[in-house]
């Protein structure tokens, strides 16, 4: 192997090599690590390895990640006398932002934290590694942006060794009735309220017990939506994308998991002893394989943002029209929001992620040779997996192409201007629509809000109807960017999803239904043509054509463009005001930098 990074801090010596022998004298004793008690003399020469995890115990999916780590770190110890170093770094829980705007300032959402914590994530984790001369990393990711920020870390670490391993999903939760309630659940439980649906009582013990352990979002929102796309690259530990995190009591570590855990430290070793990197497994066969899953699974919008950034960071060229250049596969994963089971299902039912990723390399979707941290092709990992046997659609969690939960991706990626003489394209730069299978075209006019809770309040009190098209603005990625979930959950909860398009220049979560649009680039804040949409002007949209327009006409857009001033709006101080200053758009993954010439 060539010269191990951590070398460099006995070539240093001083105070840098004094602090790394008093580190390594606590992290070969037996109340550290476990294990056999060694007396360190200095004289250890293995590699220097870091397990990193989204720390803090406010982050229900990721609060098992700590005991998750000591087991990798345990397991490095005591099967191959190496010493790990456990790293949480810094982690936003997504929910919890979403629930609050600032008081003086309501256009801004404290879920604007949430697409710039990707990058913070990221960053932490390369300057954990960078400042300590690491030799090889794991990075056990969970919660939303922990996933992609994960994947981008291991992006821009692709000359070591890195493996990921994701921390798994959550069990659903059980009311006190006996009905099976999870996040999606409780995200539509004010609009289901506000219709009558469910009493109060009800309500409150939705919130109460629909969470009942840690682990991501059990439905195919981001989290699970980035940790599939993680195994189908070949940086995860495969099977890790489905296995729960924790057992059936809700307190214990599934046993699965732990044992995911030691084969992320075997991977590791292996490519440490093979004298392989991450960046070896990864190219442009890669992302192709990764582009045809994201829409096979049903998965979220966010992932249009994230997979381009990864892929700048692994040097591969990938970007929407990459994207959108497989829309067509059919979707083959029967969770929700496009199905009816969850993440734990394709475990307990279908054998989890393998059995699905053999179907589609059977049926020629996907590229078998492509690579993984293994060192095999994903071809070769898969061999000898027995593909799913097709009885009874409606009630299997994997789909055949014959019997798809829909033909075609629910993600529909509109580029381009096609702006007319009476209409005007409302994302020249690019958009995404999710689309139900039953609407891929609306028409209706335009319900414009600039704030998110105003348009929620809105929807709970009636005054938005069945063909309206509410147009949410101002909230793009220079000032955030934020998951509009209250809104979406909200017309899903009163059951007007299907009968109320949104378009918006923000983000939604995976968890949402309906008829979406969302990513209009340029963004209101920049200038774009959402900016000038007014009350009662006709959206169209058509996911056929891929087309989105609003009825302006080109003389009375310039003039509304002229008289438009951006509103005045101050942004905390921290992450969100620096990176609203340097950030790309969403087109280009949101990265905090400029585009390489």
């Given at each position: 192997m060539k010269k191990q990074r951590s070398d460099f801090m006995k070539d240093i010596g001083g105070c840098p090599l004094t602090m790394w022998h008093g580190w390594m004298r606590q992290a070969v004793k037996t109340d550290f690590r476990g294990g056999k008690d060694v007396n360190y003399s200095g004289d250890y020469s293995g590699p220097t390895v870091?397990?990193?995890?989204?720390?803090?115990?406010?982050?229900?999916?990721?609060?098992?990640?700590?005991?998750?780590?000591?087991?990798?770190?345990?397991?490095?110890?005591?099967?191959?006398?190496?010493?790990?170093?456990?790293?949480?770094?810094?982690?936003?829980?997504?929910?919890?932002?979403?629930?609050?705007?600032?008081?003086?300032?309501?256009?801004?959402?404290?879920?604007?934290?949430?697409?710039?914590?990707?990058?913070?994530?990221?960053?932490?984790?390369?300057?954990?590694?960078?400042?300590?001369?690491?030799?090889?990393?794991?990075?056990?990711?969970?919660?939303?942006?922990?996933?992609?920020?994960?994947?981008l870390a291991a992006s821009w670490l692709k000359y070591l060794p890195v493996v990921l391993l994701h921390g798994g999903t959550i069990r659903a939760g059980c009311s006190l009735s006996g009905r099976s309630i999870q996040i999606e659940t409780a995200n539509e439980a004010a609009g289901m309220l506000a219709a009558g649906k469910i009493d109060q009582a009800e309500h409150d013990d939705i919130l109460l017990n629909s969470l009942p352990s840690p682990g991501g979002c059990g439905i195919m929102a981001t989290s699970n939506t980035m940790a599939v796309l993680g195994s189908s690259l070949g940086m995860s530990i495969f099977s890790s994308a489905s296995t729960p995190a924790m057992d059936t009591d809700h307190q214990s570590i599934h046993p699965e998991k732990i044992?995911?855990?030691?084969?992320?430290?075997?991977?590791?070793?292996?490519?440490?002893?093979?004298?392989?990197?991450?960046?070896?497994?990864?190219?442009?066969?890669?992302?192709?394989?990764?582009?045809?899953?994201?829409?096979?699974?049903?998965g979220s919008t966010n992932a249009v943002i994230h997979l381009p950034a990864i892929a700048e960071g692994f040097g591969v060229s990938f970007g929407l029209e990459d994207i959108r250049s497989t829309s067509d596969t059919p979707i083959l994963l029967n969770l929700m929001p496009a199905g009816k089971f969850v993440m734990v299902d394709l475990y307990e039912k279908a054998g989890g992620l393998p059995p699905l990723v053999r179907y589609m390399l059977n049926q020629g979707m996907l590229d078998p040779t492509a690579g993984t941290i293994r060192g095999e092709t994903i071809g070769e990992?898969?061999?000898?997996?027995?593909?799913?046997?097709?009885?009874?659609?409606?009630?299997?969690?994997?789909?055949?192409?014959?019997?798809?939960?829909?033909?075609?991706?629910s993600l529909c990626i509109v580029t381009g201007d096609k702006s007319t003489a009476d209409q005007v394209s409302i994302a020249s730069n690019g958009c995404v629509f999710k689309l139900s299978a039953k609407t891929r075209k609306f028409k209706g006019p335009a319900r414009v809000f600039d704030h998110e809770g105003e348009a929620v309040e809105a929807v709970l009190k009636g005054n938005i109807v069945a063909g309206d098209a509410i147009v949410l603005r101002y909230q793009g990625v220079s000032v955030g960017c934020p998951e509009?979930?209250?809104?979406?959950?909200?017309?899903?909860?009163?059951?007007?999803?299907?009968?109320?398009?949104?378009?918006?220049?923000?983000?939604?979560?995976?968890?949402?239904?309906?008829?979406?649009v969302v990513h209009v680039e340029p963004e209101a804040w920049r200038g774009g043509t959402i900016a000038l949409i007014e009350e009662g002007d006709i959206i169209s949209l058509n996911?056929?054509?891929?087309?989105?327009?609003?009825?302006?006409?080109?003389?009375?857009?310039?003039?509304?463009?002229?008289?438009?001033?951006?509103?005045?709006l101050e942004l905390p101080r921290g992450p969100m005001r620096i990176a609203s200053q340097i950030v790309r758009p969403l087109e280009e993954g949101a990265l905090w930098w400029p585009r390489d010439k």
């Open positions: 870091m397990v990193v995890y989204g720390g803090g115990e406010t982050n229900l999916c990721n609060l098992h990640h700590q005991k998750l780590a000591e087991h990798v770190a345990s397991h490095l110890w005591n099967s191959h006398q190496v010493v790990a170093a456990i790293e949480p770094v810094a982690a936003v829980t997504d929910a919890i932002s979403m629930g609050h705007a600032y008081e003086d300032e309501p256009r801004l959402s404290a879920m604007g934290y949430s697409l710039f914590s990707r990058e913070i994530f990221a960053s932490s984790i390369v300057q954990q590694v960078e400042i300590n001369c690491v030799d090889a990393v794991i990075v056990i990711t969970g919660c939303d942006k922990t996933v992609a920020g994960g994947m044992q995911e855990a030691q084969e992320a430290a075997d991977t590791l070793m292996k490519m440490i002893d093979e004298d392989r990197v991450i960046g070896d497994a990864i190219d442009e066969r890669s992302f192709k394989n990764a582009s045809v899953m994201l829409h096979a699974i049903g990992m898969l061999e000898g997996v027995p593909a799913p046997v097709f009885n009874d659609p409606e009630n299997e969690v994997i789909r055949s192409v014959e019997s798809p939960v829909k033909p075609k991706s509009l979930l209250r809104l979406t959950a909200a017309l899903t909860g009163m059951g007007t999803d299907s009968s109320i398009a949104v378009v918006t220049d923000g983000r939604l979560s995976g968890v949402s239904r309906g008829t979406l996911g056929d054509e891929e087309t989105l327009f609003a009825q302006i006409d080109a003389g009375e857009l310039k003039r509304r463009s002229e008289q438009w001033k951006r509103p005045k």
